[in-house]
């Protein structure tokens, strides 16, 4: 009988881990949720809008697409993430790097880069629309689970980060549904499809809540199939305060759910500093460190912190 190497020891161990940590969240946790999908029976909707003209004026609400209206975003963001989802996604959310950011957006080159920072030193991603480079503490990683994982957060943090642009950009399908109600709101929902979707994904899933009073996104409820231990799953992350920049409306606070396979509370954070318009180029984001007009840090002249009613993580 053939020994058991310590590479196969260390994968089962870490498969048993897994186990043991999902049944842990299935004891604790509330029931998962399905992805609202279309029906195939038509809906009776008063207003008679489509998911497209919805979608447009929630596009409209947001002041249009961020290509058209800088060169340049820039934003400091500090969160914090949730006991279980470190223990069950470790590598997704890569909590000892990714707690604090610079981000920086190149919209005409779709070029999107993050600086994060933790208590394990930095970790520096840029996305771009055909390529993905990550380095930690300054030194490349070619690790392919790094590199899927990273273009997966990144491309969803676009869509958080700088509202319904980034599913104009990809959007290949929009569908009304039935609207829902919460917390004594009305809420309408239109179903998206991405092509591609997050990351390496060649498709994903978005259902984004509209407020009808202000036609903001409330919240986006999307599937990640673009990384290997997030495939079937689904989580939404719910926008709880808006500010203006440069003509654009965009989140400043955020708090985002796990709600398939298992439902927990992911990750809490907010916008400390944002600006626009530096002037700068794709190539001085495109690198291990920013440089020239991207270099320093976002908003020095206009920071803001903890403006709105509610804290984070208690949602």
């Not at 080159?109 to 930095?122: D, E, I, L, Q």
């Not at 926008?239 to 708090?255: D, M, Q």
Request: charged fraction near 25%.
């Amino acid at each position: 009988m053939e020994s058991v190497t310590v590479a196969q020891r260390s994968t089962c161990m870490e498969i048993a881990r897994s186990c043991i940590l999902l049944a842990f969240a299935l004891a604790l946790t509330g029931c998962a949720t399905t992805l609202p999908r279309p029906s195939a029976e038509p809906m009776e909707l008063g207003d008679g809008r489509s998911g497209r003209e919805l979608f447009e004026a929630s596009l409209a609400a947001h002041g249009g697409d961020v290509r058209e209206a800088v060169n340049d975003l820039n934003v400091a963001v500090t969160g914090e993430w949730g006991n279980l989802i470190r223990r069950i996604q470790p590598l997704v959310t890569d909590f000892k790097y990714r707690i604090q950011s610079e981000e920086r957006l190149h919209p005409e080159s779709g070029v999107y880069a993050v600086k994060w920072t933790g208590p394990a030193g930095t970790k520096t991603i840029v996305r771009s629309r055909d390529e993905t480079s990550v380095w930690y503490n300054g030194e490349p990683s070619l690790d392919a689970d790094v590199l899927s994982s990273s273009a997966m957060t990144s491309d969803a943090f676009q869509l958080f980060h700088f509202g319904p642009s980034f599913l104009h950009w990809r959007g290949t399908d929009f569908t009304r549904l039935s609207d829902v109600e919460e917390k004594g709101r009305r809420y309408h929902r239109v179903y998206v499809e991405l092509s591609p979707g997050f990351g390496l994904s060649p498709r994903d899933e978005v259902v984004v809540f509209i407020d009808p009073d202000t036609t903001l996104m409330h919240r986006v409820w999307i599937t990640l199939e673009g990384f290997r231990t997030t495939k079937g799953a689904s989580v939404d992350v719910t926008f709880l305060e808006y500010g203006e920049l440069a003509g654009l409306t965009l989140p400043r606070k955020f708090v985002e759910r796990v709600r398939a396979p298992i439902s927990i509370h992911a990750h809490a954070w907010e916008v400390t500093a944002w600006d626009a318009n530096r002037g700068y180029g794709p190539e001085a984001i495109s690198g291990a460190t920013f440089t020239g007009a991207a270099e320093r840090v976002a908003g020095l002249s206009n920071p803001f912190r903890n403006s709105g009613n509610e804290p984070m993580g208690t949602h």
